[in-house]
């Protein structure tokens, strides 16, 4: 495994990490005895990482990752009582901080896969269900608790709503409650609930699957077309498809692999 711990960008890095392994790009999170709890500084490193990893041509799958026995608590606690001092102004900085990193993460380039060891609590529960797949280990618990302490589930539930639905979304964000990782999968938060100790091991080989069997560029096509089809009308939503269809056709990466197909060849992305 080769790191970026020399470069310049690294050298500015309290609390994230950021390594490439076989392609596959690791972005953990190492404020173990603050349980990875989110605050204004955190974030900025997340964002700094995130793009990094994306022009990154070493990196072609990123993984979101924890160290210690949490995933992410949420927001750390004495960041919450500091900002109650801040005027309306000074909030609105700090939230639209948050939502550039969820808005980074769900449009990112490269696909983004949580490896959630751990509870994912309000913005940790955030972090882990923007990622484009999520696996996580039968011990941890899922759930958005802001409403348990008079604060409101505001940026996550935009990108919530997408991913699960009104219905789900309403019974987690307005309920606050706590769900299982096996709830969670069946909610769609999660993709796979697997045994502690096989977690790091499927999710490295489920992000080496898909550097060797699929094309990068269209991943990263896909992955945009996803997020920008659901905001059109259907007459709009159905042009725009035609036209990237058309855009893809002559792309190197299309030609190369109907050609492999064609040819019955195995190719190498």
């Known amino acids: 495994m080769t790191d970026l711990a020399n470069t310049a960008e690294q050298q500015t890095l309290q609390f994230v990490t950021y390594q490439v392994k076989d392609r596959v790009g690791y972005i953990t999170l190492s404020r173990p005895e603050k349980r990875n709890a989110l605050n204004f500084d955190v974030v900025t490193e997340l964002k700094r990482a ?10 072609k799958v990123i993984v979101l990752r924890a160290e210690g ?7 750390d606690l004495e960041y919450l009582q500091q900002l109650q001092e801040n005027d309306y102004q000074e909030n609105l900085l700090d939230s639209t901080h948050l939502m550039e990193l969820f808005r980074a993460i769900y449009t990112l380039k490269k696909v983004v896969i949580a490896q959630v060891h751990g509870h994912a609590i309000a913005g940790g529960c955030g972090l882990a269900a923007i990622c484009d797949f999520g696996f996580t280990v039968p011990e941890a618990k899922f759930g958005y608790t802001e409403v348990k302490i008079g604060f409101i589930p505001a940026i996550v539930k935009v990108f919530l709503l997408r991913k699960i639905g009104e219905a789900r979304a309403k019974q987690l964000l307005l309920t606050g409650d706590l769900i299982s990782a096996a709830q969670a999968e069946a909610f769609g938060l999660v993709n796979w609930v697997v045994p502690a100790e096989e977690l790091e091991e499927q999710v490295f080989s489920f992000a080496k699957k898909l550097c060797a069997e699929n094309s990068k560029q269209s991943m ?24 990237m ?8 990466d299309c030609q190369r692999g109907i050609a492999a197909f064609l040819n019955k060849e195995q190719i190498k992305w």
């Open 69 to 75: 026995k949490v995933f992410c608590a949420g927001a």
């Open 220 to 243: 990263e096509v896909t992955k945009e077309m996803i997020a920008r089809v659901q905001a059109m009308s259907l007459e709009d939503g159905l042009l725009y498809a035609a036209e």
């Open 50 to 59: 995130f793009a990094f990893a994306e022009e990154d041509e070493a990196s």
């Open 245 to 252: 269809n058309a855009v893809a056709r002559g792309s190197e």
